[in-house]
């Protein structure tokens, strides 16, 4: 969205004629860093061409395509010439709107003046006016575009009254975006309202992103309080934007048209609200052109229409709140019509459909341009802009997000706009685009193949290995180079391969795959980037907290640990790769703020803190001064923590609470040695598994346990077994997709469906922990997601089996079988459990995202799922006196055992060991010292005394 500041003004100019006017526009643009000083050349070459007077005394000078490449940033400048200027068109000129622009982000712009044009009082206005603040008040005025297309509409809906239709409506709206919760709350507080002729309206303007109106049919016919209901408007009001689609509701009825809906298809019902009535007739034509119907087609187009002998019409096929005339230049370049997209003409009367091939055939012949077909299976419609500009964030008030890496950072923002990459679509040579390809995939290859070297180990040189190997993906290569053959560029074909491969995986309604989709888009990115010559704006040189849309792994693998203090984004979820990237580099970083803070300017200064999930933006000195306080606190506390790193775990009073890491690669057991665990608390072997193409055989299991064991030094090591399957499956087990993933076939359910592959891994860790001499091994297998008894019976049905076959010199002899507590039926059962297994280990993260029933991935609700809720916590106690009573441990390895809140908490429940992120290790045992097994009992009494999540934070903050 462009934002005219009263900067981009040049009030009082003065030109003998329309030359010399542009040549002041040139200099303008160029004195901003706009554009180099070849643009000119593209403006003069432009009014060559045609006019770009635009009505109302405003023109608005622009380049030819070929003068892009002088285009340095995209932004206007505003030239007012209030004696006025006589334009080689015969028009009189009084403000210039010079545009520089790299691809069709002058449709916004365009669109955003219409509203000028329709008001003649403006020109006036412009001219007279004597601050550069005036002027850009009267030319800006936000583009909110109201959604009414195919996608809003929920047809032959199974409801069975009106209230249902009208929550279907606003579930769908949801599901756009377009909503949050708090609409759908409303819309279930308040009865429909009956409209007559069968129609009812349920409204609210409750949490609205996007003006809308959803349209829901029902299946069969309904009565409600003896009214028929045909279909029911769901409305998301928003100040004044959602007036035309009230007014299309408005149209229907005044026309006694609601009984043309019933049956009718999605294109019937989008023409009837439009405003066409049944006896017009339609056509449909594809805007070919390369920037849309910008203003020179849209003029052509106008003028077509206006020499039929019939008024016509028009609109945007898939959606579009009112069909316009297409006599009218303004309303036709307000459509924002993209190339690819539907315009749908319509008109009544004698001569219509003679009219209709008219204008059709002049949008297929490109309006006065050049223009390729348009090539439906491979080419994107570039989606416009977003339409409803985001609030900027208020100074000094915390705004929530997603916590994704702990940590807090106080500095200016840098906010990193996603690049734009622009390219032609085709290319007359496909030797010479193959061979550009070869080497952007080469020199992509060597950035990555440093990039690696540079992470030395860990998951950042990991995730980095997986983009080259998928860079260099014969199959992904073959798709490009069709692309190429067929004469589309080097940069088309890449891309459509990275589209098509990342769309597979997408479709594979996994969240794991689908974060491969991230990573293939960025690979994507990084060859689009060196093809285009495109890079990414320079960073300040002084420490900042990255500000982004959404942030690949690369790029944060990328990112100076030395500069980037935080990292705030706004979509994203907790689980991302990259927010793993950023826990293991150790940024602070909240994720999933929403699109506001992309509002912040570069410069601002904020407070992140990832512990907490928040953030805030120019805090005061006071707010400001107790940041730094608490960063200096720990920091202090960070140093300390890691100079006593290797002494024993216990609290103040001397009560012994182990300490262990969590692994997801055995390599790492010996850096969270170095870092002071006491073990490894969770191995999660279903990296293991993912890592290879194929089940890794036994050998291969028994390399990789022998590894960790070998680096744990006698230190105990808690493998889980695989705990793959529904949300997470394997690429090499195919399963049907299920519509409730986290409560389908995953962990040991899975398991016992291939026992071979349970007995497998069983044995690989048995004889990996074979005993050497000298050197205790000790080993604790964990059964993940076991609900029951009766399924931790059929697993240890295996396991002794195994004990009796492998020869006891040649498996592990310190060896015990125990069981994730993580569904709640378990907690429950614990009593009956705990005779018969030798420990437990609650994952806090599934625990709490079952007894909430909170997606523990939701973008919205996971900041919600907090194991500190007092039902998880009374889940904890119930397994822990179970456990107890029986004489067995109990650990803790969800997130929850690093939460500086929850550590006493735990231990005053009792829990015998805490298996945190290795990076957490020194803070934890730290975190112990502070407190005696007194105070965390009465802690733990405090937590669970409460009512809810927020209620225990505050209790436990008090005291
Ligand atoms: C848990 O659920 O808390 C756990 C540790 O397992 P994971 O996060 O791997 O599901
Ligand atoms: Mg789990």
């Not at 009267?138 to 109201?146: P, R, T, W």
Request: charge should be negative; aromatic fraction near 4%.
């Amino acid at each position: 969205m462009l934002t005219l500041h009263q900067d981009d003004v040049l009030l009082a100019c003065h030109a003998e004629d329309w030359r010399g006017a542009l040549e002041q526009a040139a200099e303008a643009l160029h004195r901003a860093g706009l554009t180099s000083p070849g643009y000119r050349e593209g403006l003069f070459a432009r009014e060559a061409q045609s006019s770009t007077y635009l009505g109302n005394a405003i023109a608005i000078p622009h380049g030819t395509p070929q003068s892009r490449e002088h285009v340095q940033d995209t932004g206007v400048r505003v030239l007012q010439f209030p004696a006025g200027v006589d334009w080689h068109d015969g028009q009189r000129v009084h403000v210039l709107v010079a545009i520089a622009a790299r691809s069709d982000e002058h449709l916004d712009i365009l669109r955003q003046l219409t509203h000028v044009l329709d008001d003649d009082s403006v020109a006036e206005r412009l001219a007279a006016a004597g601050s550069g603040n005036e002027i850009a008040a009267l030319l800006s005025k936000a583009v909110v575009d109201a959604r009414l297309d195919g996608d809003t509409l929920c047809l032959g809906f199974p409801a069975r009254d009106a209230r249902e239709l009208a929550l279907a409506g606003a579930a769908r709206l949801r599901q756009l975006g377009c909503v949050g919760d708090g609409f759908i709350a409303a819309i279930a507080e308040h009865a429909p309202l009956h409209l007559g002729q069968g129609l009812w309206l349920a409204s609210s303007g409750s949490s609205v992103e996007v003006p809308a109106l959803a349209l829901a049919t029902p299946e069969h016919p309904l009565k409600q309080a003896d009214e028929t209901v045909n279909g029911l408007f769901c409305l998301a009001a928003h100040g004044e934007a959602h007036r035309g689609l009230l007014e299309c509701i408005l149209r229907l009825l005044e026309r006694g048209s609601a009984g043309e809906l019933q049956g009718a298809d999605a294109a019937t019902i989008l023409a009837r609200l439009a405003g066409e009535s049944a006896t017009a007739h339609t056509r449909l034509a594809r805007v070919l052109n390369a920037h849309g119907l910008h203003a020179r087609p849209a003029k052509q187009l106008v003028q077509v229409a206006r020499s039929q002998a019939v008024p016509i019409r028009v609109r945007l096929a898939e959606g579009g709140v009112d069909a316009v005339s297409a006599s009218s230049l303004t309303k036709v370049i307000n459509l924002g019509a993209r190339r690819g997209q539907q315009l749908a003409f319509s008109a009544e009367g004698d001569g219509a459909v003679a009219a209709l091939d008219a204008v059709c055939q002049a949008v297929a012949d490109g309006l006065g341009e050049q223009v390729l077909p348009f090539d439906e299976s491979r080419e994107r419609i570039i989606p416009q802009a977003d339409a409803a500009p985001a609030e900027p964030l208020p100074d000094d008030t915390p705004h929530a997000g997603v916590a994704a890496s702990p940590g807090l950072a106080i500095s200016p923002v840098f906010v990193l706009q996603t690049p734009r990459f622009d390219y032609p679509e085709r290319a007359a040579d496909p030797g010479a685009e193959t061979q550009r390809l070869e080497q952007a995939i080469r020199q992509g290859a060597v950035q990555l193949e440093t990039l690696v070297q540079q992470a030395r180990g860990g998951e950042v040189a990991q995730i980095l290995s997986m983009h080259e190997e998928m860079l260099c993906d014969p199959e992904l290569y073959q798709a490009a180079h069709e692309g190429i053959s067929e004469g589309r560029s080097a940069e088309a074909a890449w891309w459509d391969a990275i589209e098509t491969a990342a769309h597979a995986q997408e479709m594979l309604a996994d969240r794991l795959l689908a974060e491969r989709a991230a990573d293939l888009r960025d690979v994507g990115r990084r060859v689009l980037g060196i093809l285009c010559d495109v890079t990414l704006p320079a960073p300040p040189t002084t420490p900042y907290i990255l500000v982004t849309d959404d942030i690949g792994p690369s790029d944060v693998a990328r990112l100076d640990t030395s500069l980037v203090r935080g990292l705030l984004t706004a979509r994203g979820g907790a689980t991302a790769h990259s927010a793993i990237l950023a826990r293991a580099l150790g940024i602070p970083a909240v994720v999933g703020a929403g699109a506001r803070v992309l509002t912040l300017a570069d410069g601002t200064e904020l407070i992140l803190d990832g512990e907490r999930g928040r953030i805030t933006p120019t805090p005061s000195a006071e707010r400001r001064q107790a940041a730094e306080q608490r960063l200096a606190e720990r920091q202090q506390r960070e140093a300390a923590a890691w100079d006593t790193r290797f002494e024993e775990a216990r609290t103040r009073c001397g009560h012994r609470v182990e300490v262990a890491a969590n692994l997801g690669n055995t390599i790492h057991a010996a850096d969270a040695v170095e870092r002071g665990a006491e073990g490894v608390g969770l191995l999660r072997t279903e990296f293991l598994f993912m890592a290879h193409a194929q089940e890794p055989d036994l050998a291969t299991q028994i390399d990789e346990y022998r590894e960790a064991l070998d680096a744990l030094d006698g230190r105990p090591l808690v493998a889980r077994t695989l705990d793959v399957g529904g949300d997470k499956p394997l690429p090499y087990w195919p399963m049907p997709k299920e519509d409730n993933p986290f409560l389908g076939l995953r962990g040991i359910r899975l398991m016992l469906t291939r026992p071979e592959v349970l007995e497998t891994q069983l044995r690989a860790l048995l004889l990996a922990a074979a005993p050497v001499p000298g050197k205790p091994r000790p080993l604790r297998i964990m059964l993940p997601m076991i609900k029951d008894i009766a399924e931790f019976r059929a697993a240890r049905a295996i396991f002794d089996r195994l004990l009796e076959e492998i020869p006891e010199a040649e498996r592990a002899s310190d060896v015990q079988l125990g069981i994730m507590i993580e569904v709640p039926s378990a907690a429950l059962l614990a009593p009956a459990l705990a005779a018969e297994v030798d420990f437990f280990s609650v994952g806090t993260n599934d625990l709490t995202q079952y007894t909430l029933a909170i997606d523990r991935d939701h973008p919205e609700l996971s900041a919600q799922a907090d194991g500190l809720h007092p039902a998880v916590l009374r889940l904890i106690e119930m397994t822990v006196t179970a456990a107890h009573a029986h004489g067995k441990w109990v650990g803790v390895c969800g997130e929850l055992a690093s939460d500086p809140m929850a550590v006493p908490v735990l231990v005053g429940l009792g829990v015998d060991e805490l298996s945190v992120s290795a990076r957490q290790v020194p803070l934890v045992k730290a975190r112990l010292r502070e407190f005696d097994l007194e105070k965390a009992r009465t802690q733990a009494g405090l937590a669970l005394a409460q009512a809810t999540s927020t209620a225990v934070r505050d209790a436990l903050e008090v005291r």
